[in-house]
């Protein structure tokens, strides 16, 4: 199994696992023309990806989904309250598949995990994407850890976990002080701090690839997540990976 990153952050998102002959997208945030782009990258043609996994109806998240899917005949699964926010935008994707936040489904070699989060979105989730030996879970778009989340998360041989913030930069942002709180709050998103302390709760014993995601730019550095994530993991900050926003990560294998 591999996972690659073609970028994440607030201007677009989208994660590509591959293995045993079959790929899943997890988002499109892209454009038609930048996500081909930024799949080429990494060595990817359009048709590789057998479905699109749908996080939620966020744009940074899923603007790109219907476009892509309809221009290259892939599948589409969301959530049914993700379809019910997105209602129209799907009419000439050949195929669409809702599910229940605690239904586990297949795309080919892959078993998909998805797993509902605290977010301000309408059914978020997240996945857990497996091949039967191997395992990558995507934590973004979060607003505070639920045992829930801890326990899907638990055992995972590489978790792609989100560093949005860090608080005392946002709090002396220039940012209005309601979106301050709405980054903050319940159902927005993950701050350093939280998901370094979601690490010390959670089975990191088989975790051979941790990558930091879903980055601010005004508000966070690599350097202040990568100290927080390796100060709870006790490992050395350059084994923290970054997926950035205009590049994403290459290929990691697991």
């Known amino acids: 199994m591999r996972f690659a990153s073609l970028g994440s952050g607030s201007e677009g998102n989208a994660l590509v696992v591959e293995a045993g002959g079959s790929a899943v997208m997890i988002d499109c945030g892209f454009g038609v023309r930048d996500t081909v782009s930024r799949l080429a990258r990494h ?73 509902a989060v605290p977010h301000d979105a309408r059914e978020p989730v997240q996945f857990v994407v497996s091949d039967g030996a191997a395992s990558v879970g995507v934590l973004t778009d979060i607003g505070i850890v639920t045992p829930h989340v801890e326990a899907a998360l638990s055992g995972l041989n590489a978790l792609v976990v989100e560093c949005n913030h860090d608080l005392e930069m946002l709090a002396v942002s220039d940012y209005p002080d309601s979106l301050k709180r709405r980054i903050a709050g319940r159902y927005g998103h993950l701050h350093n701090e939280a998901a370094a302390a979601m690490l010390g709760r959670i089975d990191t014993s088989r975790l051979s690839h941790l990558v930091a995601a879903h980055l601010s730019r005004q508000n966070n550095t690599p350097v202040k997540a990568r100290s927080a994530l390796a100060t709870a993991l006790n490992c050395e900050p350059e084994w923290i990976g970054i997926a950035d926003q205009a590049i994403g990560f290459d290929w990691r294998e697991v």
Not at 50 to 59: K, P, Q, S, Y
Not at 65 to 79: H, L, P
Not at 98 to 115: E, Y
Request: aromatic content about 12%.
């Open 43 to 115: 060595g990817l043609a359009p048709e590789a990806i057998d479905a699109i996994l749908v996080t939620h109806e966020h744009n940074d998240h899923a603007s790109g989904v219907a476009a892509f899917a309809a221009r290259y005949d892939i599948a589409v699964w969301a959530t049914f309250g993700t379809l019910v926010m997105m209602d129209g935008r799907f009419e000439e994707v050949p195929r669409v598949y809702g599910f229940d936040s605690h239904d586990t489904f297949a795309v080919g070699a892959l078993s998909i995990r998805p797993f």
